[in-house]
């Protein structure tokens, strides 16, 4: 086989990102998908119908829109002779559409691609239930006024109510907050660690925003005439002293976690331009960092290790390219709760996690200094996919930034999945 081509990120774009419930209510994740890529469309100049692919990353399926890749870069102007795609990994969907971009590149399968993450909680798909659901397919074949009356008489009160979606793992029957309150009492997590490390993620966000880092890739989504251009969750009020007044939400008798020590459910999209090497230099494109490698992993144990993904991960990116935690200037992890983030660092100097998932190799702590300099999910929010790109995003403009050679982005997912991915900055 020919050498591999290298992968390139070279421009991003997002949505400010919203609280959910708020100005981004009546769009569905297709239209903010839409905004991102045309974010990128813009800022690049780059020909649309020249693009190999359009991926898209979204956790919570619209059943309208099932290939949302696709309504999206239709929406966004891309002629329909170029390819669409959607992938399906939980938080990790976009994400696994960035690699999956950057495995076609380098194999040289295409020249350049969009991936784009999206997420509307505004609007999640409501069921009803299985009886309902049972009767109204047996009258596509009868829909007699008999057929009708029979299944309406078979009816009771909450046959007709919506059932709203658990939030929750399917295998584990938990919620995600709920796991982590198991992690963390393993893990040792002090509610006062939980705590200090959201203001610093409240701090550090309002500061890059102040500095105009985060701004950079932001496009503005005009609503009803209105124009949104910022995110909205970000809070000066987050101090020790306004945390310690609330109350554990996941488990209320013995937990560390509120609503300020979670991400909150918010609606969003961000998208990156990825081309070859080669692709990039003919059209006079600045690529911003190089998509060196990446792992997934998944946890053995989902229950008690749900979101220990970056702990699972990192080590094992690492080691295959012969890197230490020191080798790396900048670090961007999801933070999904901030307990989780302790939890995962506490893993990483864990010679006990290291013989059960790197043969013993401890990788230790990641510097605090260099992780979520400019701020996190805790504080931005977190439209479960749209973090994904945001990440890869962020990590790459920081690479300038910091004059820092490797940035590694991670994240944890449902279902016990991780994901590290190495850039190199150009
Ligand atoms: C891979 C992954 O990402 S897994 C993670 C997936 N995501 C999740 O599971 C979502 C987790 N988050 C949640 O479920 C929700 O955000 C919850 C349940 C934690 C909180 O939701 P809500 O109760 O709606 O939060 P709400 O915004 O009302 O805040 C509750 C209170 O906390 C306060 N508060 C919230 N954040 C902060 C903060 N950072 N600082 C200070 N106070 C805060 C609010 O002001 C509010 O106070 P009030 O009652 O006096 O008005």
Redesign the pocket.
Known sequence: MSKLSKAMIVCGSRTPFL?SGGAYSQLMSYELAAYAIRGVLARSDIDPEQLGMVMAGTVVHEVETSNVAREAMLAAGIPSTVPACTTSM??LSATASVTSLCDMISLGRIDSGIAVGTETFSDIPLRYSRTLRRGAMQLRQDSSASSVMRLLGQLRPRDILPVMPS?GDFTTGM???EC?EVMVKHWGVTRDASDAF??RS?KLTLAALAAGHLQQDIDAVEVDDTLVSDDNSP?A???LE??A??KP??DKTSGI?????????TDGAAALLLTSEAYAAENDLTPLACVRDYAFAGVSDIGSE??L?PAASIPRLLAKNKLSVEDIGVWEL?E??AA?ILANQACLESSEFAQQYHAGWVAGRIPLERLNAWGG???LG?P?AA?GTRLLMTAARRMHAENARYAVVS????GGLGAAVLLERV
Not at 257 to 265: E, K, L, P, Q, Y
Not at 411 to 414: D, E, F, K, N
């Open positions: 609280d939980a938080g939030g919620s995600m907050g982590t959201t203001v409240h809070r009020n987050c101090t306004s945390l007044r609330l939400v996941f976690i509120t609503a300020g020590t979670a991400s909150r459910f749900m979101l993904g999801h999904a709760f989780q999910s805790l504080a977190n479960f973090t994240s944890c997912a449902g």
